[in-house]
């Protein structure tokens, strides 16, 4: 399907792997000129490279950059001024019990989940509007609105995501911008197959019957147990980046393989 999309400029934060690559890859597979990001350049060039030669007309870029330090971001706003689509994807999570995290572990989540995130849609957004044309999505999880108590320091930053989409969503009144979030159930990354094959090292199962004796064990409340794949949750961000999602206000997204047991 056609999206509409093509010669629009996105910046896909935290896109050398997983979702974020997933999400820059789809883009791209619609004509956007990518701007990939990550801490590690030669790590962002190898994308980079990989998505020139798998979609020659686009022009991806190298937007290497530390996007919690300010003065990186700042960097990273005279480089790329001006884009059409902000996705808010880089994020930091770890299993943690209550009783550990400190003051110090909040203050690096909400840093880097909540405020990175904030500079760049404080930044980009007042242009959008200007130009009447632009779409910031948030990743967040079904775990901000489903807390399962493993990672509350976790948790807290993708609740807050929901409100800060709904806080700038606010602001689009009348304009050809949206402003979303969407909440990816267990997904696939590189790091989550890795953790999961580790689990079963004595067995001589292919992943896809892991994967299943994990999610009937572990996940027993997830309707497709399987794990999302990052393709999926491209796919769905690409959509909402395009004109056929502009009536797509402040909402939260859920693509969560049915991890959620209410209705809202």
């Known amino acids: 399907m056609e999206m ?16 974020g690559k997933a999400i820059a890859i789809e883009l791209a597979k619609e004509g956007v000129h990518v701007l990939i990001n990550g801490r590690n350049s030669e790590e962002v060039e190898r994308v980079v490279n990989e998505i020139k030669l798998e979609f020659p007309a686009t022009s991806p870029q190298n937007a290497a950059a530390d996007i919690v330090d300010s003065q990186q971001r700042e960097s990273l706003f005279v480089r790329y001024p001006n884009i059409n689509i902000l996705v808010n994807n880089m994020g930091i999570y770890e299993m943690m019990q209550y009783e550990d995290v400190d ?16 500079g760049l849609s ?3 957004l007042p242009k959008m509007l200007k130009n009447d044309d632009g779409r910031i999505i948030f990743i967040a999880s079904e775990e901000a609105i489903m807390p399962s108590g493993q990672m509350p320091q976790y948790c807290m930053t993708k609740s807050m995501l929901l409100s800060l989409s709904k806080s700038l969503s ?10 979303n979030t ?20 004595d067995e001589n199962l292919d992943f896809i019957e892991i994967e299943k004796k994990f999610m009937t064990t572990n996940l027993p409340q997830s309707e497709i147990q399987r794990f999302i794949r990052p393709a999926e949750i491209g796919r769905l961000a690409t959509f909402l980046c395009s004109p056929y999602a502009s009536a797509f206000k402040g ?10 047991p209410t209705i809202f």
Do not use: C, H
Request: zero cysteines; glycine letters at 10%; proline letters at 5%.
């Open 4 to 19: 509409g999309l093509k010669n629009k400029t996105a910046l896909v934060t935290g896109s050398t792997k997983g979702i």
């Open 103 to 118: 003051d110090e572990i909040w203050e690096k989540y909400f840093r880097t989940n909540v405020l990175a995130a904030n």
């Open 122 to 124: 404080k930044f980009y």
């Open 170 to 179: 606010k602001l689009t009144k009348g304009k050809e911008v949206t402003v």
């Open 182 to 201: 969407i909440m990816p159930g267990p997904t696939l990354s590189e790091n989550v197959y890795q953790i999961i094959e580790g689990m079963y090292p």
């Open 251 to 260: 909402s939260p997204v859920r693509m969560d393989g049915g991890m959620v």
